[in-house]
T-cell receptor
Framework: ETGVTQSPTHLIKTRGQQVTLRCSSQ?????VSWYQQALGQGPQFIFQYYREEENGRGNFPPRFSGLQFPNYSSELNVNALELDDSALYLC???????????FGPGTRLTVT | AQTVTQSQPEMSVQEAETVTLSCTYD???????LFWYKQPPSRQMILVIRQEAYKQQNATENRFSVNFQKAAKSFSLKISDSQLGDTAMYFCAFSGNAGGTSYGKLTFGQGTILTVHP
């Protein structure tokens, strides 16, 4: 069984640009959550998708948006990148809302 | 809103010894879930142990056990017989109960870096 995968592993962008990060959920999982982890900090909840619908959002501005596709893979889009967006972005999938979350290895985003 | 606090930025322990990591939290909910996650240097976050607040019995998973004090809102992790592979960042996390807005969404603490020395 394939675990949660994320792409790309690393990414360098310039302030003001836009970025798309991708997550492939574990087989059979219909829920995906995205977290932002700044260096040396705990992850912060960005948003969650359940069966292609947004199911909750953390304290992040609208320039953070997401999608979940029919195969339950997911994207995180960030517009108008700021230096503070530099972080490790983690996605986690679960069989259903509230079930154990399985994390991917993350995408390290650096904004210069 | 929930908050999770880990007051120990770093801890160290000798191999085979026991170490306890502390966590306190604040919530107005009566039923919820608490977790300890491990993030090794390879970055992949792994669930170590989970506790349901309505269960009085402390959860255990092999060498890992928790001391859950609901009234004090305290949730510590004890690692017995520490191994070199236990070296990682450990996060305490909270999730609300089914039906609540925080159900299935994790609120993490700041983390504790644990180093196990040979």
């Amino acid at each position: 069984e394939t675990g949660v995968t994320q792409s790309p592993t690393h990414l360098i962008k310039t302030r003001g640009q836009q970025v798309t990060l991708r997550c492939s959920s574990q087989s059979g999982h219909n829920t995906v959550s995205w977290y932002q982890q700044a260096l040396g900090q705990g992850p912060q909840f960005i948003f969650q998708y359940y069966r292609e619908e947004e199911n909750g959002r953390g304290n992040f501005p609208p320039r953070f948006s997401g999608l979940q596709f029919p195969n339950y893979s997911s994207e995180l889009n960030v517009n108008a990148l700021e230096l503070d967006d530099s972080a490790l972005y983690l996605c986690a999938s679960s069989l259903n809302v509230g079930d154990e979350q399985y994390f991917g290895p993350g995408t390290r985003l650096t904004v210069t | 809103a929930q908050t999770v606090t880990q007051s120990q930025p770093e801890m160290s322990v000798q191999e085979a010894e026991t170490v306890t990591l502390s966590c306190t939290y604040d919530t107005s909910e009566n039923n919820y879930y608490l977790f300890w996650y491990k993030q090794p240097p390879s970055r992949q976050m792994i669930l170590v142990i989970r506790q349901e607040a309505y269960k009085q019995q402390n959860a255990t998973e092999n060498r890992f056990s928790v001391n859950f004090q609901k009234a004090a809102k305290s949730f510590s992790l004890k690692i017995s017989d520490s191994q070199l592979g236990d070296t990682a960042m450990y996060f305490c996390a909270f999730s609300g109960n089914a039906g609540g807005t925080s159900y299935g969404k994790l609120t993490f603490g700041q983390g504790t870096i644990l180093t196990v020395h040979p």
